[in-house]
């Protein structure tokens, strides 16, 4: 078996899957409520720095002083090096990256300073929302937006079938994961996110401005040859999905372990014979925190 476990690469991977996912109306009603003028941009969880270059490349803001924040020092290394390869041929548009986990930057910047417009791209799915949320706002000042996409909603779907009551199970199992992974001592998942964000949101005080599905929907297509298979790194992004089901179930009673084995084995063979679809219901969010 293949190693599926490059997460930079995965997150490269992702692009173009999270281009065609992304509600376009929710960002268009981003795009018209920013003011004009150079805006301060703080993105949490940013990871290689996909999100940022759509910002640019979507030309939702060409002068911005952006701060992108990861935990992992690998994304963070590789977002640094895709920056400094693209960095002169965009003026106006300043980008800054630091290597450090959100509650410590939440602690370290509260009081300090604060940013027009907050960013967590599917991101919100792995943290406790309403604890987290407070110290999030207190980083953006009043009347600031926020725009929180891609968050996991409770649906895994891949087809074609292998076992119909093992698949099931396998994505019950799965999503328990999520409700109850803890990280660092803190609760950090939620398989229901994308519909519990709306009244979440509103309970921490934000105005919803708009709200949409943001699905992955990865099919296979066929190719030059006529053969079938994914567009773009989309077989690795599958293959990364598949391997990160098997290491969150991995030793899991409530499953045999090579029935087990052989499922997750299938589902890598069918991505090889460009047979998989792999959808994920998701939900992205524009909010505005109010002014005094």
């Known amino acids: ?102 509650f410590g930057f939440i602690a370290r910047e509260q009081g300090q300073q604060t940013w027009d417009l907050l960013i967590a791209h599917a991101f919100m799915d792995l943290v406790d929302v309403p604890g987290t949320l407070p110290g999030l706002l207190a980083l953006l000042r009043p009347g600031g937006l926020l725009y929180f996409s891609v968050n996991f909603d409770g649906a895994t779907i891949l087809e074609p079938a292998i076992d119909p009551p093992l698949d099931a199970l396998v994505v019950q199992l799965y999503h328990q994961t999520m409700d109850q992974r803890v990280t660092a001592g803190r609760p950090a998942g939620d398989s229901h996110t994308g519909r519990h964000l709306y009244h979440q949101l509103r309970a921490a005080g934000v105005e919803v401005l ?11 297509r066929p190719g030059a040859n006529g053969q079938m298979g994914y567009p773009a790194d989309e077989a690795y992004f599958i293959h990364f999905i598949i391997h990160t089901i098997s290491t969150a179930l991995a030793g899991h009673p409530a499953l045999h372990p090579a029935r087990f084995a052989a499922w997750i084995a299938e589902r890598h063979a069918q991505v090889e014979r460009g047979e998989l679809v792999y959808i994920a219901h998701q939900l992205d969010y524009l909010g505005r925190k109010p002014s005094p």
């Open 1 to 102: 078996m293949k190693p599926y476990h490059d997460f930079p690469r995965y997150l490269a991977a992702k692009r173009s899957v999270d281009d065609r996912a992304l509600n376009r109306p929710v960002w268009d009603s981003l795009r018209r409520a920013l003011p004009a003028g150079r805006q301060r941009v703080l993105e949490i969880g940013a990871g290689i720095g996909t999100m940022a270059d759509r910002v640019w490349a979507w030309d939702l803001l060409r002068q911005a002083n952006y701060t992108a924040i990861d935990a992992d020092p690998a994304n963070v290394a590789a977002g640094a090096a895709w920056w400094s390869a693209v960095a002169q041929a965009r003026p106006g548009f300043s980008l800054h990256w630091e290597t450090v986990d959100l």
């Open 210 to 220: 708009a709200a949409g599905s943001s699905d992955w929907v990865v099919l296979p």
